[in-house]
């Protein structure tokens, strides 16, 4: 008996190895699943620094815009307020950024990297180099520029993007 007529698979197919039918086309599915394996990947390359994705996000928005408020970088990423005030505590507190009264509006803060923030960006940007590499080594320059190209512009058809795009404009 056929492994099709046993278990429904097609011919060649293992047990641990069915078809994903109408899967297999899905790019809702493909980019989940490779989020999973990037993810994953993350995880293991940043082993043992105590950075997680998205604190390494604020840091990364921080690091390139020295000064930026509070909520300006939580815009920036997407993050809600009450959720951006426990990153910005996280942070504070371990000593990677510093938050100071914004002399042109005492109600905002304003935030930047600490020496020990500068560091850990650093050691975190070459862990993160090694993680794509070994991400995307069968791809060649031209394919993860296209790659990228094309995320950013699935990225744009965020509806929650746009309305803040069209809100700084």
Do not use: C
């Amino acid at each position: 008996m056929t492994a099709r007529g046993k278990r429904g698979l097609q011919p060649n197919m293992s047990a641990e190895q069915p078809h994903l039918g109408a899967l297999e086309s899905l790019v809702g599915y493909r980019l989940r699943r490779a989020w999973i394996a990037f993810s994953a990947d993350f995880t293991s390359a940043m082993e043992g620094t105590g950075v997680r994705q998205v604190p390494l996000a604020v840091l990364s928005i921080i690091a390139a815009n020295p000064g930026i408020n509070q909520g300006a970088t939580g815009r920036a990423l997407g993050i809600k307020r009450a959720n951006m005030v426990a990153l910005i505590n996280e942070l504070v507190e371990n000593q990677w950024i510093e938050r100071a009264i914004d002399a042109n509006d005492r109600r905002a803060l304003t935030l930047t990297l600490t020496p020990a923030g500068k560091a850990v960006m650093a050691d975190a940007l070459q862990r993160i180099a090694t993680h794509e590499n070994r991400m995307l080594s069968d791809m060649e320059p031209a394919e993860r520029s296209l790659l990228l190209d094309m995320l950013i512009r699935i990225e744009r058809r965020n509806p929650a993007a746009e309305a803040e795009d069209s809100g700084n404009s």
